[in-house]
């Protein structure tokens, strides 16, 4: 069986995840979870 990680990301298809390379972990603590806040970075 293949695994790949990618695919396990609880986030993966949103734009902090997969363009600006935030990890699952990162999103949680930064973002409070929740990955559109990305936007909101100065």
Do not use: K, L, Q, R
């Not at 695994?3 to 949680?28: K, L, Q, W």
């Amino acid at each position: 069986m293949f695994y790949c990680e990618d695919y396990e990301d609880e986030y993966a298809g949103t734009y902090a995840h997969d363009v600006a390379g935030f990890s699952d972990e990162d999103i949680n603590t930064i973002f409070d979870g929740e990955p559109d806040a990305y936007w909101n970075i100065d």
